[in-house]
């Protein structure tokens, strides 16, 4: 039997001998489309290249796609469990053709896989054709399928179309027949709607383009896009009508069998299927970034996830089930999918806090829920104001008070809570109006009922689109901006992070087909991310597609300032006592505030000890992670509440250090955990370095810290090592009588440069100051590394090069260090390869690339300079040809 491993893999091998790129599936939360919540087909990763707008080094592909289909548009939740082929989470394999190929070559490459690689039956298939396509009809009668077997289809079912105007075209799909034991007719027939005709492959020829008076013409490049449902595909190649008797689903139904005691073949099979279907979506989910919320993309998978939490109540589990069933998954999908097994940790706790909150609320929810039934009259529906006390009141969602229902043949008065809910609305606004708030803010709960909040994306990307849903100006919307005008732009999803928590918002620019808005400041009211924009070119629309751009080296030197607030909080209650608190806090691009409860000032042993602290954690380097969960689970952790935050239901909370520099292990060995909503480092050595600008009184009983930190640091340190010298300088100058000062005053100067170049050393092997820390890659068969250093000079490299060459422990290095407009150029080679390297050679070789002559030193060590670093990338490849001989 093959499994879906195996065919996914036939798929991708069929298409690879092709002359296809295997592309790998895109994650789940498109980037190029602001109008999907997920990626649901296999040709959304590749929109822009069918559009034309991006090219990329192939014309023809093959993917395995992961696909969500459980909000917006495409929905298919409330079908999942109780028929053989709906699925929230589902793969789609395709083939893609950009202007490359197209019918002559598209069809027989689908016929050719189906009945040869995979051996369908050719007389079990029946093909569609739109009904004026005889290109496509021709070709088909061509590769051998009668004429009574492929069928005319005069409907949109036969003809694909991106939107209202743009590239469109007929299809083609290939059905497989059953069999008469199962009722349906062909397609196109009354009976089409049975399951004995089963759609398996779908070929669009993209070959149109279409406008708005309705007149189309062909498009100069005519491109393919195929999909094919591996679930489906695997139930008919393992003789089955139900894509829940496949390997896969078996295994994962068999585990919740296995976990529950509960048969997985009788009348509970329902929700076995529903638990191994949601699993799947909901650990794809998280795996690609998504975390449950109560809005937008995390509200859905929270609301998928609630869903099979209840199926398993339903069959009796005591306790959460879901997090025990995330292994078998891994082992079924993670060799196709390894961000799974990467993620697994995570899914499996996220899934367990979920589930374990969950189930409290359920448990009341059903009892109330009985309540109101019971006052009801038999079979009459919940009414609206009840089911919304139940979402208000007790958080019981009303999608799980229509599944309970559906099962009593009852359902709700959704009317009636549309109404209860929008009667809330106006009470909050209401509320907003007599606060104190400008009067214009209440616009943004306007803008927030007709489009929903805004779904923030900055804790994974500074990149995206999103889709402009509203302009506003001077408290009113407006359709247009122009050149010159201040304007306040929302869109549904944004990567700009907004004002909040002592953190500043994000700047950049939002750039439309027609238009460019730069970016000042971001904020945020009634969950709606407001940026604050001047138009700068061109003109932007409501309703316009948007690429979204944040400032990234702002926002890195803003999260460098965010995460050091997190390790000077815990310095200073590790220094001064638990009695220290944040009291407020200023998170900027060029400097970080920090207010805490504290009488006295701290004296310089404290200041001293506090700025060691800081840095040393910095050093470890350790991975900033976080985690979502209630804000009683998180202080029972010991994690601290920043000053000035609002919390929900839920919380997001980051840790960072360990204390026993192992940079791993349990919550209990943590250095830095907190509640905070802001951006951070991914590890603490991106912080760079940290130095104290000194203490002062803020307010009564409250202290503050100002700091500095990566490049700024060691731009200060640098400032104040150039003063100690001129001090010294001047002393020596005019008071010669006094020479052991002076000798005191060159030895602090001294030590203070040489603790400037060793944090130079050490931000350069942390990946600090804007670099990542280098990796090591094979180079004819040797380890090497290679990177180029700025605010780092030509006599810290030898060090440096040692200390690469002792992380390596064998292998070559070459660094250039771009120091003042000068190149300096340093290499080393481990002992052990020096009869087939050489130093010298590789600085040679990089020097020469760099516009300087010769270099020269050791086997094992050597140094040279140039005018410039500008060619420091032909440099490494020069490099790297020394070494492969």
Not at 159 to 170: D, E, L
Not at 476 to 492: M, T
Not at 756 to 785: H, N
Request: charged share 25%; with cysteine.
């Amino acid at each position: 039997m093959q499994t879906l491993n195996d065919i996914r893999s036939t798929f991708l091998s069929y298409f690879d001998k092709q002359g296809h790129a295997v592309v790998p599936s895109s994650p789940l939360v498109p980037r190029n489309d602001p109008t999907l919540m997920f990626v649901n087909s296999g040709m959304v990763q590749f929109k822009n290249l069918f559009t034309g707008v991006e090219t990329r080094d192939y014309k023809r592909a093959t993917t395995a796609q992961k696909c969500v289909r459980a909000g917006g548009k495409h929905n298919d939740l409330d079908n999942v469990g109780y028929t053989a082929r709906h699925h929230t989470f589902f793969e789609m394999l395709g083939n893609f053709s950009f202007g490359d190929y197209f019918k002559d070559d598209a069809i027989p490459f689908a016929w050719n896989l189906i009945t040869g690689e995979f051996g369908i039956p050719k007389e079990r298939l029946y093909v569609t054709v739109y009904h004026t396509d005889d290109e496509a009809f021709d070709i088909w009668k061509k590769v051998g399928v009668p004429e009574e077997r492929i069928i005319r289809i005069a409907t949109s079912d036969n003809f694909w179309q991106m939107g209202p105007t743009g590239p469109c075209g007929p299809c083609t799909e290939i059905f497989y027949d059953h069999g008469d034991h199962i009722w349906g007719g062909p397609p196109g027939s009354p009976e089409e709607d049975g399951d004995r005709f089963i759609e398996i492959w779908n070929i669009v020829f993209m070959q149109n383009e279409q406008f708005e008076d309705g007149s189309m013409i062909d498009l100069e490049m005519q491109s393919i896009d195929t999909g094919m449902g591996l679930e489906r595909i695997g139930a008919l190649l393992q003789g089955s009508h139900d894509n829940y008797d496949t390997d896969l689903f078996k295994s994962l139904i068999e585990a919740s069998a296995h976990a529950t005691g509960v048969d997985p073949y009788g009348d509970q099979n329902v929700h076995h299927r529903v638990i191994a279907d949601h699993l799947r979506s909901t650990s794809f989910l998280m795996a690609d970034g998504v975390m449950p919320s109560n809005d937008g993309r995390g509200y859905v998978l929270r609301r998928i996830m609630r869903r099979a939490m209840r199926h398993a109540h339903l069959l009796g589990a005591k306790d959460p089930l879901m997090h025990r069933l995330v292994p078998a998954l891994v082992q079924k999908m993670g060799a196709a999918y390894p961000e799974l097994g990467q993620a697994q940790s995570m899914i499996e706790q996220t899934l367990l806090q979920e589930e374990t909150r969950f189930r409290q609320t359920l448990d009341r929810g059903l009892k109330l829920l009985d309540e109101e039934l019971a006052r009801l009259p038999e079979e009459a529906d919940l009414p609206g104001d009840a089911a919304f006390k139940l979402y208000d009141t007790y958080g019981f969602p009303l999608d799980l008070t229509q599944d309970a229902l559906r099962e009593k043949g009852r359902s709700v008065d959704t009317d009636g809570f549309d109404a209860a809910m929008a009667e809330q609305k106006a009470k909050a606004r209401a509320a907003w109006s007599g606060s104190g708030e400008a009067a214009d803010a209440t616009i943004w709960f306007d803008v927030a009922d007709k489009h929903g909040t805004t779904d923030f994306l900055g804790y994974d990307t500074e990149v995206a689109e999103g889709q402009i849903v509203a302009l506003v100006q001077d408290g009113a919307e407006i359709a247009s901006a122009d050149p010159g005008q201040n304007v306040q732009i929302a869109l549904n999803q944004t990567p700009f992070y907004a004002e909040s928590g002592g953190q500043v918002g994000d700047t950049g620019v939002i750039r439309t087909a027609s238009g460019v808005a730069e970016v000042s400041d971001t904020r945020k009211s009634a969950g709606v991310f407001i940026h604050i924009a001047t138009v700068t070119e061109g003109s932007i629309t409501t309703g316009d597609a948007a690429v979204l751009d944040v400032d990234h080296s702002r926002r890195t030197a803003i999260r460098a300032n965010h995460s050091a607030t997190h390790l000077l909080h815990e310095a200073l209650r590790e220094a001064l006592g638990d009695h220290v608190a944040q009291r407020g806090s200023l998170n900027a691009e060029d400097r970080l505030r920090f207010d805490f409860s504290h009488t006295q000032a701290l004296n310089l042993d404290e200041l001293a000890k506090v700025e060691a602290d800081v840095n040393s954690y910095i050093r470890q380097n350790a991975a900033v992670e976080t985690r979502i969960m209630t804000p009683d689970d998180a202080r029972a952790l010991g994690a601290q509440a920043l000053f000035g935050e609002k919390y929900g239901d839920e919380v997001r909370v980051v840790s960072m250090g360990r204390k026993d520099g192992s940079g791993k292990g349990s919550d209990g060995n943590t250095y830095s955990l907190e509640l905070c909503g802001g951006t951070h480092v991914r590890q603490t050595g991106d912080i760079g370095a940290f130095v104290t600008l000194g203490d002062s009184a803020s307010s009564a009983g409250v202290r503050r810290i100002e700091a500095l930190t990566g490049a700024a640091a060691l731009s200060y340190l640098r400032a104040q090592d150039h003063r100690l010298a001129e001090v010294a300088l001047d002393l020596k100058a005019q008071a010669a009588d006094v020479p052991e000062r002076v000798r005191s005053l060159m030895e602090e100067r001294r030590n203070l440069s040489n603790e400037v170049a060793q944090l130079r050393r050490e931000l350069a092997m942390a990946g600090g100051g804007g670099t990542d820390a280098p990796e090591a890659k094979d180079v004819g068969g040797i380890a090497f590394i290679a990177q180029v250093l700025t605010g780092v000079t030509g006599k810290d490299l030898p060090a440096l090069v040692d200390q690469f060459k002792e992380k390596l422990g064998s292998g070559a290095v070459l660094l250039v260090a771009d120091s003042d407009g000068k190149a300096a150029v340093a290499a080393g080679v481990t002992t052990d390869l020096t009869d087939r390297a050489s130093a010298v050679d590789i600085v040679k070789a990089a020097v020469a690339e760099l516009g300087g002559k010769g270099g020269g030193g050791r086997p094992d060590m050597a140094q040279g300079g140039a005018k410039d670093a500008q060619n420091a990338k032909a440099a490494i490849a020069a490099a790297e040809k020394v070494l492969k001989g």
